[in-house]
């Protein structure tokens, strides 16, 4: 896999010796020397970190250099929409380089895969579905009625959707744990068909691991179909695959875009792309502990984000050594994600440290402190927060029972993880006993002619009883 290279190889890139970051842990951050060491593409103090490069580690949404992206998902949508399952057949034989005479995986397979998963496996997945379910049963929403004055009532009901399609990425692995994130929610909110999507492997279907955690989570339908033509299929329909009314769970690029561009016709969750994660860590945290949390999340994707603020240039130097020193499995993807967007930075006082986890919004975020809790109310952008060194990200994906679908990119300024609200609809009543009516006559019948509406001041009085 060829790896991302620094800005530092650009032809700006100044002509005097780069300083090592690992051998000079408070010189002002810059891109690392090479991406064949475990190294942040940004080191040292915070407070010498360029504006231009703030910006730069800030802003990790879609550019406008994926311009090829965006319009090679508006076509395969276009076939999707227009082609129906033919469509979908040509453009598996072209991407997936598979042949499939029918999309849906039968019962029985679904099944057998569930029966031939081993016992140790299968009690973790059922496990970690408790444990969602317990959760997001805790977090469904209520109706409420409230008086706004006497005689007026509205009233307000979450209804289910109807139908949800949850997509479950493949391609470089299997996640069965995202399976149980999309279904296993949507049923506790009372969605009554919930069908699966995910990329065929060798075998035509998806792996037997993502079919056992369907069959445990509910799922109404697997389908063997992964990209953007799994996402246009889900959105518009065809003669296989039924349009359902909201698409959840992450994917890849191609994944994510075709949403964003379906996002007119149907529901879909929060915008994802690829894994972060900060930290903010104190004096007293544990080096081995960011390290951990960071290459977990870095193996994720070559595009994955990693940033720790650290506190004092100490803990800073041991988490960099600590990097250069680990032997990550997947460390060709590890030393990309760490090349491209990731950082380890300090600060003098934690505090210091909070403006830019604000603006990084982070999916992830990890408080590594003596006082964890006493951080928490400062946080206001995140997906989702993990509270001390036990609280590993790695126990959220999986078993905490916490929803790790979640936005990334920045937008957990604005969009929330995946929950029981996004599977439903609220259904909104008004009540006006004749009183109220007739106490609410002329101020409404005023305002629809301060908006030159005569006929709404006419609904008014009649309402009311009077002309």
Known sequence: MSTAKPASASSSTPKTPIVSPIASPIASPIASPAVSQLAPRFVGALRDLSLASRRELIDRARSSTDEALEARVRDILKRVRSGGDGALRELSREIERVELDAFEVPRHVIDDALAATSPELRRALERAARNIATVHRAFLPAAIEIESEPGVVVGRRPDPLAAVGVYAPGGRAAYPS???????????????????????GPSGRPSDVVLAAAAIAGASRVFSLGGAQAVGAMAFGTESVPRVDRIVGPGNAYVAEAKRQVAGYVGIDAPAGPSEILILADEDASPACIVRELLAQAEHDPDASVVALVEGPALHEAVLAGLAASSPARRDVVASALASRSAVLWVDHLEDALELAEAYAAEHLLIAARDPEAWLPRIRHAGTVFLGEAASVAFGDYLTGANHVLPTAGLARSFSGLSTLDFVRWTTWQRVTPAAARALRDDAALLAEAEGLPAHAEAARGAAGGA
């Open 178 to 200: 995202s399976v149980l994130m999309g279904v296993v929610p949507a049923r506790v909110a009372g969605v009554r068909e919930v069908i699966v999507l995910s990329p065929p």
